[in-house]
């Protein structure tokens, strides 16, 4: 089964400032999932990726293969980022999940 | 917005007694999860179905059982809850393998 570890487990930013998260795994996947999940709960998908990069607004991921690793990036941070960002990757059985990344961007 | 929902949305209940909660779909996806999401663990897969009839346990299976009798509802029955079976749920559907998951809402459950 796959182990997957995310960094850091809390970020405060301020506005504006660039932001990075973290997600490595053990085993080699298909594909790899970034989600977020807002204080009220819902769970939204925001990628899929199995190679190299997707970028939607001012969110990019990126996946490196080889390194089994994968980073969410946020440009020009807002406190509407502010919300839990999970990894998880297809395993044999449904996904495994990361613990998340609670991030707060202050104003 | 995929159409999936859960109800109940919240539920309380005692320990010992039995519990189901419901997965719908609108999308005919093929594939539905289960998952719990407690603090300091994450999201856990309870049991999946790969089709009507077609279901597979988890990494957190016992205690939950599943039935899968049409390909719109997908349903966990807690047979006699737990206060360990404390938690939110979420169910979740994909339409093939290494798609996109789309996640219902979530039901919090407390056992007492």
């Known amino acids: 089964k796959n182990e997957v570890e995310q960094s850091p487990q809390n970020l405060t930013a301020q506005e504006g400032e660039f932001i990075t998260i973290n997600c490595s795994y053990s085993?080699?996947?298909?594909?790899l999932h970034w989600l977020q999940q807002h204080p009220g709960g819902g769970i939204v998908s925001l990628f899929m990726?199995?190679?190299g990069k997707k970028k939607h607004g001012r969110l990019i991921a990126t996946i490196n293969i080889q390194e089994k690793h994968s980073s969410l990036h946020i440009t020009a941070s807002h406190p509407r980022d502010s919300a839990v960002y999970i990894c998880?990757?297809?395993?044999?059985?449904?996904?495994?999940f990361g613990k998340g990344t609670h991030l707060i961007i202050q104003p | 917005d995929a159409g999936i929902t859960q109800s109940p949305r919240h539920k309380v209940t005692e320990t010992g007694t039995p519990v189901t909660l419901r997965c719908h779909q609108t999308?005919?996806?093929?594939?539905m999860y289960w998952y719990r999401q407690d603090p300091g663990h994450g999201l856990r897969l309870i049991h999946y179905?790969?089709?009507?009839?077609?279901?597979d346990k988890g990494e957190v299976s016992d205690g939950y059982s599943v039935s899968r009798s049409k390909t719109e509802d997908f349903l966990l029955t807690l047979e006699s809850a737990t206060s360990s079976q404390t938690s939110v749920y979420f169910c979740?559907?994909?339409?093939?393998?290494?798609?996109?998951?789309?996640f219902g809402p979530g039901t919090r459950l407390l056992v007492l």
């Open positions: 979740a559907i994909q339409k093939g393998g290494a798609e996109t998951q789309y």
């Open positions: 085993v080699g996947i298909s594909a």
């Open positions: 990726l199995s190679s």
């Open positions: 999308e005919n996806h093929r594939y």
């Open positions: 998880a990757v297809d395993d044999t059985d449904g996904l495994t």
């Open positions: 179905s790969y089709g009507v009839k077609d279901t």
